[in-house]
């Protein structure tokens, strides 16, 4: 019944390349969320989007740019990365701010 | 800065075989405490929402509990399909859900 949805599952890039990550619900929910999570380690907070409003954790480096085109979709465009960005990127959204969030699967990310 | 340590690291449990795992947390006025289960190559999957000491929620197998201080997710006759690693969550004042580094359960059959 609650479901987010992520694209693609794996990307492979060069540091040179640009990308972007997908993120799709129709749950009604308006706080979308970027984590990065590396192996055997929990997810880390990038981004939230919330009533349209963006919060950054500030240690996210530029080469990550969120993009909140409406209320259901949310895209993370990469630029220049390096090896060190390889990891499983989560979506997640709630209700409000306060609320369960809940998560997609990831985009397994890997920078060659 | 919030803080939430787990405990213990894995554990290794027979079909059947009870046990609890403990979420200790350090937080500037709680909002929340989360269980989530993660299977490999999978997103978290929310279990339960803990708000104040002393409440307790319960699906299938396990239970969760809160104190002022720590959370207890108890797992009860595990079934092999309960193993996965289990992360709790903490939210506090500002909108940032600081995870533990989550439990791995393994169950036996």
């Known amino acids: 019944d609650t479901e987010v949805i992520q694209t693609p599952k794996h990307l492979v890039m060069g540091m040179t390349n640009k990308k972007s990550l997908k993120c799709e619900q129709h749950m009604g929910h308006r706080a979308m969320y970027w984590y990065k999570q590396k192996a055997k380690k929990p997810p880390e907070l990038m981004f939230v989007y919330s009533y349209e409003k963006l919060s950054i954790n500030e240690s996210v480096p530029s080469r990550f740019s969120p993009e909140c085109p409406n209320s259901s979709l949310l895209n993370l465009h990469l630029h220049a990365l390096q090896p060190e960005d390889s990891a499983l990127y989560l979506c997640?959204?709630?209700?409000?701010?306060?609320?369960?969030?809940?998560f997609g699967d990831g985009t397994r990310l890997s920078i060659l | 800065e919030d803080q939430v340590t787990q405990s213990p690291e894995a554990l290794r449990l027979q079909e059947g075989e009870s046990s609890s795992l403990n979420c200790s947390y350090t937080?500037?006025?709680?909002?929340?405490l989360f269980w989530y289960r993660q299977d490999p190559g999978k997103g978290p999957e929310f279990l339960f929402t803990l708000y104040s000491a002393g409440e307790e929620k319960e699906k299938e197998r396990l239970k969760a509990t809160l104190t002022k201080k720590e959370s207890f997710l108890h797992i009860t006759a595990p079934k092999p399909e309960d193993s996965a690693t289990y992360l709790c969550a903490v939210r506090s004042n500002d909108y940032k859900l600081s995870f533990g580094a989550g439990t791995t359960v393994t169950v036996r059959a």
């Open positions: 937080v500037s006025g709680l909002r929340g």
């Open positions: 997640a959204s709630s209700q409000s701010q306060g609320q369960p969030q809940h």
